[in-house]
């Protein structure tokens, strides 16, 4: 990497990568002062360092990082419209039935349950070390070694730690929905972190 010199032009935009054995950096050039950026010392025009991850297969198109959020809810105004119907009406329905206020509440609170996954939203990070998923609040973490296979589907798509299509994929694997525009980009990224094994589903029962 070669010593810049102060007073260049500020607000100069600059990006190469770092040529040490250690994770490539964009420099881009702002100002004007030594800095120190990862784990290799420049003399530069007041630099800000951005991190770009870089898995195994990113010469091939997919990209370091993917990171979107999800709420259908918002999404779809028909089928949500939908939705509240049937729960409005289970709601009366139970009421009607029981005559208990505790029995709508408790009605609604499963109805709600059941399809927590479609009201409420979800935020996705894919990185070269695995995929973070946040949803109501909570943030959950895996790596790409624990999954050994997974299913495009029109709206999502599932991720198994299974060779082959288990009844334990619902309850072991995490379905992932994809946002309205990132579907092949998602799909891409998949391709390159996880070794898919055998997906016919007449071969069947869990193998780790």
Known sequence: MAA?????????????PCTCSHRPYVIIFLGSHGQEAGPCRFSYTAVTS???????????????????RVHPLLEN?????????????????????????????IAAALLVVSVAPY???????????????VFLG?????????????YPHEMGVHLSPFRRPS????????????????REAVLRFLDAHIKRGDSDPGEGGPEG
């Open 167 to 182: 009844g334990l994929d619902p309850f072991r694997g995490n379905f992932i929905r994809f946002a309205p525009d990132n």
């Open 138 to 150: 909570v943030r959950t973490h895996r790596g790409w070694e624990e999954f050994k296979n997974y």
């Open 4 to 16: 810049w010199k102060s007073g260049a032009p500020i607000k100069q935009r600059l990006s190469q």
């Open 50 to 68: 951005v991190m770009v991850s870089k898995s195994p297969r990113d010469s091939e198109g997919s990209p370091g990082e993917i990171q979107w």
């Open 119 to 133: 009201i409420f939203p979800a935020r996705y990070r894919m990185r070269r070390d695995g995929i973070e998923i």
């Open 77 to 105: 105004a028909w089928r949500s419209a939908l939705l509240l119907v049937i729960i409005v009406a289970v709601c009366l329905g139970v009421w009607q039935w029981t005559g208990w206020a505790g029995m709508v509440l």
